[in-house]
């Protein structure tokens, strides 16, 4: 019994480091971008590697006007939710920008909810 109990225990540490192992690691000096819809109209964002640097967060619209801007300043991770429910339908860019490194994400809004892209270096 004794055993299987113990096999049981690698099991659950295995399944709860599996997450760790789909992250891919970092870069050093590269920044991380993690978002995840939630609730109906809203993202989380969470930012690793910041490194202390100046950083923008900024959702535009496909013609370029600015719905959001929020800079960062001194952090080396940064989170927020960021509700969205006020846009009309449509699509967005959330971009994060920091130095000469921008990331960006496609941000779909609709009636039912929001679908993201993945998030890519420019």
Not at 54 to 71: A, M, P, S, W
Not at 82 to 91: A, V, Y
């Amino acid at each position: 019994m004794s055993i299987l109990k113990q096999l049981g225990a690698v099991l659950l540490l295995t399944a709860m480091s599996l997450p760790m192992w789909a992250t891919p690691i970092a870069t050093p000096g590269e920044i991380t971008v993690k978002t995840k819809a939630v609730e109906q109209k809203s993202v989380a964002v969470h930012l690793y590697n910041l490194g202390q640097e100046t950083t923008t967060l900024q959702i535009q619209g496909r013609q370029g006007k600015v719905y959001y801007e929020k800079n960062i300043f001194n952090h080396n991770g940064f989170s927020m939710l960021l509700d969205l429910e006020q846009l009309p339908e449509g699509s967005y860019i959330l971009y994060v920008k920091q130095k000469d490194e921008v990331k960006s994400q496609v941000v779909r809004v609709t009636e039912e909810g929001l679908l993201l892209s993945q998030v890519v270096e420019e």
